[in-house]
C-alpha cells in the first residue's frame, strides 16, 4: 500500500501563492508511477489539477491553471511540489494527493492523500 502525506494547504488572499508539497512511502512503481493533484470545491465533483510522471517529463495540466500552477517532483525524497501562484477565489477547494498509473480520472489513482485545504479570499 501506498500512503500519501500532504502539507502546504492554509489561507491566502487573492493573487497570492502557496506551496503543497506530497510525500508517498510504501511501493516503488518505477516507471509506472505517477502522481497527481486533484481538487473538490463545495458542492461540486472533484477535479483534475495535474499530473507527473515518474521522470518528470511529462506533465498535464488542466486549463483552468495552465500558467499558474507548476508541479515539480524530487524522487530521492519521494515528493511531489505543487506551486501555485496567482491564486484566484476559484481556486478554493480542498487539495488531495493521488498516486497511480496516470490520467485525469480519479478511476486511475487508487490511493490518496486525505485533502488539504486552500482558501483564497478575494
Known amino acids: 500500500q501506498v500512503q500519501l502525506v500532504e502539507s502546504g494547504g492554509g489561507l491566502v488572499q487573492a493573487g497570492g501563492s502557496l506551496r503543497l508539497s506530497c510525500t508517498a512511502s510504501g511501493r516503488t512503481y518505477s516507471s509506472r508511477f505517477v502522481m497527481g493533484w486533484f481538487r473538490q470545491a463545495l458542492g461540486k465533483e472533484r477535479e483534475f489539477v495535474v499530473g507527473i510522471s515518474r521522470s518528470g517529463t511529462t506533465t498535464n495540466y488542466a486549463d483552468s491553471v495552465k500558467g499558474r500552477f507548476t508541479i515539480s517532483g524530487d524522487n530521492a525524497k519521494n515528493t511531489v511540489y505543487l506551486q501555485m501562484n496567482s491564486l484566484k477565489p476559484e481556486d478554493t477547494a480542498v487539495y488531495y494527493c493521488?498516486?497511480?498509473?496516470?490520467?485525469?480520472?480519479?478511476?486511475?489513482?487508487?490511493?490518496w492523500g486525505q485533502g488539504t485545504q486552500v482558501t483564497v479570499s478575494s
Open positions: 493521488a498516486a497511480g498509473l496516470g490520467g485525469v480520472s480519479t478511476a486511475s489513482y487508487n490511493y
